[in-house]
């Protein structure tokens, strides 16, 4: 009997280079990121009762692949099919609030994974013994250890008395006593014909707890099939790239050349305004005698990294002749409330995929009384007897 099974699991993220691409896309609609398939076509099938190690290097896909199994991420495309109730033991601590004791967290974490709280009050004793925190159990949990946290994650983790038990590394953070004490309840797990899915860097643990393995590269299924074997040809690969490891660090230096673009504001670099003033910034810009158009574009952007507004050249199609020239950019009554924010002037090419420089304008709103928020928005009140 099948305990879980996914058919072309796949997971897509959309990566930027620099944080200011996310905002360059928006401002000049060009795509700035890269596509990244953390997984891709993973199809495997865990029968019922059986202990899968899943393996590979970091950023292999393990994570991700264990998370959309527990139900916290989405996959992008694919199938999952799971029989029974899963209890996850993923990132240190998920679920839990800082601010509640021990005890607080036991009720939440395990309502969260299914139980009801009369389920929760009969097993509440066995949790707190088996994490052996009896002293600690009414404190905050943010003034627990990592190891503390493992405990008390594992001990309602394996409470509930899950039919598929995911565990992600985390046995590694607690101390030695503790590791035994958790491999015991998961071999024990076993015995009960309970389905067990164990990620680790310990090709020990995977050894002796797992019947089968995953190898996980790149995000794709490198390898699946008896645990001691994939662990082998696991552990080659890890030799024979120690070996090659110094070929492998010539990637991200590609970007030279930019000094020959100059983009400068005129004036101070920050100034102090009031709501309803007008702001005017001057600025010259600079390129090479080839250039024969650019596009100028802005950002504002609160202090909390929220954009305000965003605009460029290409909005009003206006050309911006080259090779060099000033610019005024004007903002009739700024109706920006009190606070931080920053002028982010950016030099592109001509289409506006390619930035050549930036320079920046630090603003600070005065507070003005009884107004709050990020901006004034004109409005009317009409009040009526009744």
Known sequence: MLALRTVQLSKCYRLYQRPVDRLLELIFHTPKHQIFWALKNITFEVRTGETVGIIGDNGAGKSTLLKILAGTLKPTTGEIEIQGRIAALLELGAGFHPEFTGRQNIYLNAALLGLSEDEIRKKEKDIIAFSELEEFIDQPVKTYSSGMYVRLAFSIAIQVDPDILIVDEALSVGDQKFQKKSIDRILSFREQGKTVLFCSH???????????????????????????????????????????????????????????????????????????????????????PEDKNFCLGFALIRNDEVTIFASSTLYKKLEVPGPKGRFKLKFPKIPLLSGNYRLVLILADDTGNLVLATDTLKITVEKKPMFFGTTFLEHQWQVFLS
């Open 202 to 288: 310990s090709m020990y643990h995977i050894t002796h707890l797992c019947q089968r393995a995953i190898w996980l590269h790149k995000g794709r299924i490198k390898l699946v099939g008896e645990a001691r074997k994939v662990v082998q040809s696991y552990e080659d690969y890890c030799r024979e790239k120690k070996e090659k490891i110094n070929n492998d660090q010539n990637n991200e230096e590609k970007k030279s050349g930019n000094e020959r673009y100059v983009l400068r504001i005129i004036g101070p670099a920050h100034v102090s305004l009031n709501t309803f003033d007008d702001l005017e910034v001057q600025a010259f810009y600079e390129g090479t």
